[in-house]
C-alpha cells in the first residue's frame, strides 16, 4: 500500500510501496537492516565465543585446491566464531534478511520459503567455507516482517543455553531477551527501508582547513 510522507517514485524509477522499500537496494538502506541482525548475533556470540569477527574474508582459493561455488574473491560474510558447537570449533555464520512480501516469495507459504533461502546460502558458501577454510557453515535467516528459518532457530537456542548456563540465569528469560532484541534489529531495518532517504547526496565543497582563518577579529580592530 502506499506510504504518507515519503516520494510516489524510488529513486530507482518504480513506484514506492511497503514491498518495495523492503526489497530495493538503493541507498543502503537493505544494508543496515542486514548489518543489525549481524551485530545482535555477533554480540550474544561475544558472551559465550572465542574469535568472533564480523564481515570476515574468505580464504583465497588456490588453483590445487579450487571448489565450485556461488561467492568469488573478496567476498565476506555475516560472522565468524569459534567454541558455539564444541571447544576449537570455528563456524561461519551467513546471515541474510528476507521479505517475504516479494515477488519471488509470493504464493508461497513461509516454510518453504525460509528452507529455500538457506538452500541458497548453503549452496554460495558452505562448500567453499568447509573445503577451503576448513570451518563449519551456517545460514542464518530471518524473514525481515519476524521470524527465523529453522537453523536459525537452532542457533539462537544454542545461544541462549550457553547464555544461559553462563549466567546463571533461566533460559527461558535468555531465549525471550534473544528473540527480542533480534525482533528489534529487524524492526528497526524495517524502519529505515520504509523511512530512510535513498538519493544521492551532493558534497558541500568549501575551503581547506588549512585555508580557513580563524582569527575572526580584523586587524586593528584589538
Not at 559465550?48 to 570476515?56: A, M
Not at 533461566?170 to 532484541?181: P, S
Amino acid at each position: 500500500w502506499r506510504i504518507p510522507g515519503i516520494p510516489a517514485v524510488c529513486v530507482c524509477g518504480k513506484g514506492n510501496s511497503v514491498d518495495h522499500t523492503l526489497v530495493c537496494g538503493s541507498g543502503g538502506c537493505l544494508i543496515f537492516g542486514h548489518g543489525g541482525v549481524r551485530d545482535t548475533d555477533a554480540a550474544f556470540l561475544g558472551e559465550v565465543c572465542r574469535g568472533v569477527g564480523t564481515e570476515p574474508g574468505l580464504v583465497p582459493v588456490a588453483s590445487s585446491r579450487a571448489v565450485s561455488g556461488g561467492v568469488g574473491e573478496g567476498a565476506r560474510l555475516g560472522i565468524s566464531a569459534r567454541g558455539l558447537w564444541g571447544p576449537f570449533r570455528g563456524t561461519v555464520f551467513g546471515v541474510g534478511v528476507f521479505h517475504p512480501g516479494a515477488d519471488s516469495c509470493k504464493d508461497r507459504d513461509i516454510k518453504s520459503v525460509c528452507n529455500r533461502h538457506e538452500g541458497v546460502k548453503g549452496r554460495e558458501c558452505e562448500r567453499r567455507v568447509i573445503q577451503v577454510g576448513g570451518c563449519g557453515f551456517a545460514p542464518l535467516v530471518c524473514s525481515a516482517l519476524g521470524g527465523v528459518a529453522p537453523r536459525a532457530h537452532a542457533f539462537h537456542r544454542r545461544i541462549a543455553e550457553l547464555v544461559a548456563e553462563r549466567a546463571d540465569e533461566g533460559y527461558r528469560d535468555v531465549i525471550g531477551a534473544v528473540r527480542t532484541k533480534l525482533s528489534f534489529a529487524l524492526l528497526r531495518g524495517v524502519l529505515v527501508s520504509v523511512r530512510g532517504s535513498r538519493g544521492g547526496s551532493s558534497r558541500v565543497r568549501g575551503l581547506p582547513v588549512s585555508d580557513i582563518s580563524f582569527d575572526l577579529i580584523p586587524d586593528g580592530m584589538t
